[in-house]
């Protein structure tokens, strides 16, 4: 009798969580039905989650993407998503529907599709010369902008802002790919790279640090720093002997 009452209280405990908040059950796109206990209408507005990757997307009644509003989540204690935005509070969950709530919002979706809307399409667009020449001249900034170290170290708040910068990185790697500018290789090959930095910083490597690899974390813990700027004053070599 006491294990039926036990089971039956871990039950009732979390009635709404039909399945675990991971990515796998969060993977596809899901349509906004209500917002804030009102019905959403007739508007196409979706979350649409791959990997750790979310984005907001707006459909026009054509089905294209009308805007387009790419993020990196984290999961943390079990329902909580970290956002650059804000933390969403997912309070029940199913294969079919999800209610959340953030920065004093509710949220109902519908799952659509187990798979995001939008599919990559073939290499078909050259970046021209002018745009390379911005985005190398927006590198060069960034490798150059940067503040002094922070006095002691934050190796929690250091290493996820590295993370998020790169995690970043290969979502903006992905919508070039969709979007025509990339090929499948290219994508792949960029994700490698980015993974072999991301592999590298930890909380523990930071807390046994010393020298220029110490350096590189206090500068990281300056949470106005980048992890580009970091790395490059600090000659952080990902792989190699530091």
């Keep these: 009798m006491l294990k039926i009452v036990l089971a039956l ?6 009635p709404a969580f039909a399945v675990e908040v991971n990515e796998a059950a969060l993977k596809g796109s899901w349509k906004i039905v209500s917002y804030n206990g009102r019905d ?3 508007d196409d507005d979706r979350w649409e989650y791959s990997g750790n990757h979310m984005s907001q997307v707006s459909y026009s009644t054509n089905g294209k993407i009308h805007s387009m509003s790419p993020s990196v989540y984290y999961i943390t204690d079990g329902h909580l ?3 650059d935005f804000g933390i969403l509070d997912i309070t029940s969950l199913d294969e079919k529907s999800m209610s959340a709530s953030v920065s004093g919002s509710d949220f109902v979706f519908e799952k659509i599709s187990d798979e995001v809307y939008v599919k ?6 050259a ?4 745009v390379a020449a911005v985005a190398t001249g927006m590198m060069k900034v960034l490798l150059e902008t940067g503040e002094d170290n922070a006095e002691a170290l934050n190796c929690s708040k250091a290493v ?3 993370w998020r910068f790169l995690d970043q990185s290969v979502l903006q790697a992905e919508m070039n790919y969709n979007d025509g500018y990339m090929t499948k290789q290219e994508l792949a090959d960029a994700g490698k790279k980015v993974r072999v930095v991301r592999d590298e910083i930890d909380v523990k490597a930071c807390e046994i640090s010393d020298g220029d690899t110490r350096n590189f974390y206090l500068c990281l813990s300056n949470p106005k720093n980048i992890v580009l700027y970091c790395a490059d004053k600090y000659k ?5 002997s530091k």
């Design 9 to 14: 209280l871990v039950l009732f405990a979390n």
């Design 40 to 42: 959403y209408g007739d």
């Design 81 to 83: 998503l970290e956002f």
């Design 120 to 125: 990559p399409r073939a290499k078909e667009k």
């Design 127 to 130: 970046v021209s010369g002018e």
């Design 160 to 162: 996820k802002d590295a």
């Design 236 to 240: 952080f070599n990902a792989g190699g």
